[in-house]
């Protein structure tokens, strides 16, 4: 099992770091699937200008009682990454992450995952994020590969995602602040190495990206504007 801290991105070769003064803007808000993002799209990203748009949603599409079947979820996106395209923002996506299967169940009841069940239906909507980067010709960080291969995902007071050991909640969805850590460095160095624009980064998406608000508490916008500066 790889730890979080030993982690780092398969990068060949060292990269200068992007120039100092970046502005970042957390425009992650808690409980949005694709259609809540759609709705307030172009006050809370477009309007911004952004440089460079990273863009994490899915998790509420798939898990919460606002469910969104996949080819809705799909539509939804494509809309959402061809309105920051016209603007002439570059886009990151990024997959979502892994959970806790035995909390999901206490949110949930089994039936409301279907019969594929929650573990298909999260490698469906990765699939269909890949594929669209791959339509749009965007640029795509596999976060949730990456907390694959981390593996440190359970019940174990050391999880990166939140749970009954580490925080006192059956979350299973929302990571630890060293899960926002890892989600901040990752995000940098996809930067770094691909030479993205950093004068005004927008990091759009629901409560994952949100991590409690802002940009100076521990949420992964937060760590990437740290790290940026």
Known sequence: MLSAAALTLPLPEVQARPPAGAEVINAGVGGNNTADLLKRMQKDC?????SLTVLMCGTND???MK???LPQYRQNMASIIEAIKATK???VLMTIL????DYLFTRHKKEHYGAEGPAA???AVNDTIRGLAKQYKTSLLDLGHIFDRVGNIGKDKSSLIMNEANSNKTDGVHPTADGYRLIGVSVYDYITYHQLPTSKIVCFGD???N???GVEGTSYPANLKRLLA
Do not use: F, Q
């Open 67 to 69: 469910y969104i079947p």
């Open 62 to 64: 798939m898990n919460s």
């Open 211 to 213: 991590g409690g608000g």
């Open 98 to 101: 892994p959970y806790i299967e």
């Open 121 to 123: 239906r999260r490698a």
């Open 46 to 50: 477009l309007d911004h200008r952004p």
């Open 89 to 91: 923002s570059k886009v």
């Open 207 to 209: 409560s994952i990206t």
